[in-house]
C-alpha cells in the first residue's frame, strides 16, 4: 500500500468507530480500485499521481477531506 494510502487509512480509522488499520487498508484499496476503474483513463493517471504523492494536497482537498468521505460511505460517524 502505498504512503498516501496508508495515510487514508489511519484517517478512516479515527473516523469510523470499530474498524482497525487492516480493515481500514483493505477498505480504501477496494474503493480506490472500484473508483479508478470508472474514470476516464486521463482521470485515473491524475489519481495514480497523487496516490504516489506526486500532487501537493495540503491547498484543497486533503486527506482529511478524503477519508472523510470513505468513512460516510461505511457509516462512519457524522
Not at 9 to 20: D, E, H, L, S, T
Not at 26 to 55: H, R
Amino acid at each position: 500500500m502505498t504512503t498516501i494510502k496508508s495515510e487514508i487509512a489511519k484517517v478512516v480509522v479515527q473516523k469510523v468507530k470499530g474498524i482497525n488499520e487492516a480493515q481500514a487498508e483493505m477498505a480504501v484499496s477496494v474503493v480506490l480500485d472500484f473508483v479508478a476503474k470508472k474514470l476516464p483513463p486521463q482521470m485515473g493517471g491524475q489519481l495514480e499521481a497523487i496516490l504516489d504523492g506526486s500532487v501537493n494536497l495540503s491547498d484543497g482537498f486533503g486527506l482529511d477531506d478524503a477519508a472523510g468521505l470513505l468513512g460516510g460511505l461505511l457509516g462512519g460517524k457524522k
